[in-house]
């Protein structure tokens, strides 16, 4: 069993800034990508952010130059710092990991339970 439990989330106001975490517990060998995502009322879930294994990033374009994400792999933990927040940023962010279990195990996509931001002035 793998968790990922998320940290951070809040109300900010416009031009502000958070720093959301995502821990990942339980049963894990190695953890490929990890990822941030959103999810609006009423849209779809949308990917805002990645980072490999090997620290390669990327970004949603919507987010580029604003949010900074990373990981520290010896805590199997991710982040994603956001800076000059906009009301359109508001959102349930959601963490996500392809983890494997064990040495021959497959990789399989990981959630967390999601964050709530909500940028407001």
């Known amino acids: 069993q793998v968790q990922l439990v998320e940290s951070g989330g809040g109300l900010v106001q416009p031009g502000g800034s958070l720093k959301l975490s995502c821990a990942a517990s339980?049963?894990?060998?190695?953890?490929?990508?990890m990822a941030w995502y959103r999810q609006a009322p009423g849209k779809q879930r949308d990917l805002v952010a990645f980072?490999?294994?090997?620290?390669?990033?990327n970004y949603a374009n919507s987010v580029k130059g604003r949010f900074t994400i990373s990981r520290d792999n010896a805590k199997n933990t991710v982040y994603l710092q956001m800076s000059s927040l906009k009301l359109e940023d508001t959102a349930v962010y959601y963490c996500?990991?392809?983890?494997?279990?064990?040495?021959?195990?497959?990789?399989?996509?990981?959630w967390g339970q999601g964050t709530q931001v909500t940028v407001s002035s």
């Open positions: 996500n990991a392809e983890v494997k279990r064990y040495y021959n195990d497959n990789y399989s996509d990981c």
């Open positions: 339980g049963s894990i060998f190695s953890i490929n990508t």
């Open positions: 980072v490999t294994s090997g620290g390669i990033t």
